[in-house]
């Protein structure tokens, strides 16, 4: 394609990054707390002499933990009784605690996360059990409503943040480990299509694969064994994960090699990854800050909403998420409670 041909709409798409990004903002600030008040708004939502099932992967992530602790307060809150499972991300421990549900019969089940293939058999066991079923960040058919970030908005923002800090060129390092995690197949499908439009930017390969456990001690040593094959500053201009505990080990390996020109990029808002995007001297660029304890008290509300009778909930309630990046990161922090 002629350059003169394909900077009109490298351009275009770069506008169009910094206008989502300030939108997402916005909308953040304007909403961050938006699952709160929905208690005081309504008082008919009550939990009272129900028992609520919350089954999390695993909770040693800030997103999970923080959605999860979400779900016991707000079941509490509203009167009900938690039933807390925490599968410490084995997918046989969450396999073996959904199999004890569907004979303890709970009133609802709160899925979060988990491995679709792994999960979703038995979420259908469940609903044919006669027990509703809802998720955080696992959307489903076998379940009511999923709470959840716009996935495909946060993704297409973060990958427009990307190209527009490389400025449209360059080897892009990925981590995809989680294909069958949907959430994380959205967000790596969102980069595809950003990049698609960019045929100066690319995907170095093989892409990495991102583990649990160890997540950051692995990244810190691909991203380590990664640079010595590309020794040369400007022979890879990003790191891109789906969630921002790679991001952590990459951004730590690239000041441990003191190759600060790359920026990395991931989704989630863990506090430690935050910060680093708002060091100015820290080659992390920007990241996804989704809103987890909103998300886990907005599934708890829609629990409640359908055993009181409300049938009219959407398959998925979305919440905003806020791409923070080196000009915003300290507002983000402040809008997130991390400052």
Same mark, same amino acid.
């Given at each position: 394609?002629? *350059? ?67 779900? @016991? ?45 792994? @999960? ?64 994380? *197949? ?20 093989? *892409? /990495? ?17 990664? /640079? ?32 600060? *020109? ?11 990854? /935050? ?65």
């Amino acid at each position: 394609m002629p *350059e003169t041909r394909a900077h009109p709409s490298r351009r275009a798409l770069m506008q169009m990054g910094a206008a989502l990004g300030a939108a997402s903002l916005v909308q953040g600030a304007a909403r961050a707390g938006e699952a709160g008040p929905a208690v005081g708004a309504d008082e008919t939502l009550s939990l009272k002499g129900k028992t609520i099932a919350i089954s999390v992967a695993g909770t040693d992530h800030f997103f999970d933990l923080k959605a999860y602790q979400a779900q @016991v307060e707000t079941v509490k809150e509203l009167g009900g009784t938690p039933i807390g499972l925490d599968a410490g991300r084995s997918d046989k421990a969450l396999v073996s605690q959904l199999q004890t549900l569907a004979t303890q019969k709970p009133d609802a089940v709160i899925q979060t996360l988990g491995t679709l293939t792994v @999960v979703d058999p038995w979420l259908k066991k469940l609903r044919q059990a006669g027990i509703p079923v809802f998720s955080v960040d696992l959307p489903s058919t076998n379940v009511i409503n999923t709470a959840t970030s716009d996935n495909f908005s946060l993704g297409a923002q973060l990958a427009l943040q990307l190209v527009s800090d490389i400025n449209g060129r360059g080897k892009i390092v990925v981590f995809n480990g989680f294909a069958g995690v949907p959430v994380c *197949e959205i967000r790596y499908a969102q980069l595809k299509t950003v990049l698609k439009y960019y045929p100066e930017a690319s995907i170095v390969q093989p *892409e /990495l694969r991102d583990v649990i456990p160890n997540t950051v001690q692995d990244a810190y040593g691909q991203i380590t064994a990664l /640079l010595s094959k590309y020794p040369e500053k400007g022979s890879i201009a990003a790191i891109w994960s789906a969630w921002d505990i790679p991001q952590l080990g990459a951004t730590q390996a690239l000041i441990a090699a003191g190759r600060t *020109e790359i920026r990395t990029y991931g989704v989630d808002g863990t506090p430690e990854v /935050l910060a680093l995007v708002k060091d100015p001297n820290a080659p992390a660029g920007a990241v996804a800050a989704q809103q987890p304890a909103a998300i886990g008290r907005t599934a708890v509300l829609n629990v409640a909403r359908y055993l009181t009778g409300d049938r009219s909930l959407p398959s998925q309630t979305f919440l905003p998420a806020i791409i923070a990046n080196k000009a915003n990161a300290a507002e983000v922090q402040r809008q997130l409670g991390q400052a």
